[in-house]
């Protein structure tokens, strides 16, 4: 098959770099795969997809594609206009839930009222999208391969705990992750806080409590990051889609404590795999915090269950529940309409 995936912009993200694994885990399975994108070329990831840089989406010539893959709300529009029924969304959140498009809503909404199908990375996302649609698949997440491992080195001393995302995103909850923290300290707990973000850090985050911070890096540097703490906090708030770095967290062996989110929760019907605190509480958040950093046996038990977790994420799964999805798509009429999980 023939798949074009058009891409509003190329910085890095969580959500450009699911868009390149599917590509990638397609292209393996013998599929030409373009991205389709207005950005700049990648350098943070490297990509086996044929990339086509325009000025305008709407530019791209469509008619050899099968499917044409819209990404996020602003790609959905030239995508129905240059594919028409040969459009798909790929869902991994709704933006119509983020404060910072209060102002846009409307658009949004109106963006995903067209009859294109969604293809969301979590289960969560089907009860919020089916006020637009019943066309809705699920496929699930990849977690890139290099995240995974089965032996886990010693811990550090002091233990490391990772902070990700930018602070200027409210959904992120970067600002109750601080104040984690400081909880945590404030109960004598000793730990080397580490932040990372795709962003320069804001004016108002208190970096003054942060023994690293790192921007903008790149998977292999990301993996190696990871790979170096002891737990992770993942503070997000209900409108974050998925969570890619708890993902990867728990794909790490790295204990997390995340917030109590329909995407957190989602991961698995056990909620065996983390610590949950509620979301925007701080205090909570800190308590937790504690609990893991002052229980060894209870780290070793969330690292082996989150790596039992992180499993349904692997590239080769949701290839294939992509690729059957796309089969069956391609062979049937336009016009049915059904909400469906692919096993």
């Not at 969301?120 to 919020?128: D, R």
């Amino acid at each position: 098959m023939n798949i074009a995936y058009l891409m509003e912009d190329t910085e890095l993200a969580g959500g450009q770099r699911v868009q390149l694994a599917q590509a990638d885990a397609l292209i393996g399975r013998g599929h030409r795969v373009r991205i389709v994108t207005k950005g700049a070329p990648i350098t943070w990831r490297p990509s086996r997809a044929e990339f086509v840089y325009v000025d305008d989406l709407r530019q791209y010539d469509a008619r050899e594609d099968d499917f044409v893959m819209a990404t996020f709300w602003l790609t959905l529009q030239p995508a129905w206009e240059i594919a028409g029924a040969r459009t798909l969304h790929l869902c991994q959140g709704y933006e119509g839930l983020t404060n910072a498009y209060a102002s846009i809503r409307d658009k949004i909404e109106a963006a995903y009222r067209l009859p294109i199908p969604k293809l969301v990375v979590s289960k969560a996302l089907i009860p919020i999208l089916q006020q637009f649609t019943t066309d809705i698949i699920y496929i699930g997440q990849i977690v890139d391969e290099e995240f995974y491992r089965t032996r886990f080195p010693p811990g550090n001393e002091p233990m490391r705990v990772l902070l990700s995302g930018q602070s200027q995103a409210d959904m992120k909850g970067i600002h109750e992750g601080y104040g984690a923290v400081a909880h945590a300290r404030w109960f004598h707990q000793k730990f080397d806080f580490i932040r990372v973000s795709p962003w320069a850090p804001s004016r108002d985050e208190p970096l003054d409590s942060v023994q690293e911070f790192h921007v903008a890096l790149n998977t292999s540097e990301m993996t190696r990051l990871l790979h170096s703490c002891d737990a992770l906090i993942a503070p997000n708030h209900r409108e974050e889609g998925f969570g890619l770095p708890a993902a990867e967290a728990l794909a790490s062996g790295v204990p997390t404590v995340m917030t109590s989110i329909p995407s957190y929760l989602a991961f698995d019907d056990t909620h065996d795999y983390a610590l949950f605190a509620p979301e925007e509480n701080a205090v909570e958040l800190g308590e937790k915090l504690i609990e893991l950093l002052t229980d060894v046996e209870l780290r070793q038990r969330l690292r082996k269950r989150g790596r039992e977790v992180a499993e349904q994420w692997r590239a080769s799964l949701v290839a294939d529940r992509l690729e059957k999805f796309l089969e069956e798509r391609r062979n049937q009429p336009p016009e049915r309409s059904t909400t469906t999980a692919v096993p």
